[in-house]
Nanobody
Framework: QVQLVESGGGLVQPGGSLRLSCAAS????????MAWYRQAPGKQRELVAS???????AYTDSVKGRFTIFSENRMNTVYLQSKSPKPEDTAVYYC?????????WGQGTQVTVPF
């Protein structure tokens, strides 16, 4: 099993600074990729950004240029950062790990960007 714990959510002012972190723990696993998803009220969960163990990053169009995904500690910690969050970024954010033991999800962290 791989456990994922997210942190860093809360109320963020438009144009402020947002930084989410996701820490993976467990035993005998290797992470191949990490991703951030989000789900807004009444909407489906969507992929926001991803990063592989080779450093390849990908972003959904709505966050390109505003969000950055990066990892540390051999992919065991992944971050999602934004210096220009908008109200439409309000959602519950989840991290997902693709690992040698399968796929795992975090519990989610609420991000609210008011109008």
């Amino acid at each position: 099993q791989v456990q994922l714990v997210e942190s860093g959510g809360g109320l963020v002012q438009p144009g402020g600074s947002l930084r989410l972190s996701c820490a993976a723990s467990g035993s005998d696993f290797k992470i191949y990729a990490m991703a951030w998803y989000r789900q807004a009220p009444g909407k489906q969960r969507e992929l926001v950004a991803s990063i592989t163990d080779t450093g390849t990053q990908a972003y959904t169009d709505s966050v390109k240029g505003r969000f950055t995904i990066f990892s540390e500690n051999r992919m065991n910690t992944v971050y999602l950062q934004s210096k220009s969050p908008k109200p439409e970024d309000t959602a519950v954010y989840y991290c997902k790990a693709t690992s040698s033991r399968g796929d795992f999800w975090g519990q989610g962290t609420q991000v609210t960007v008011p109008f």
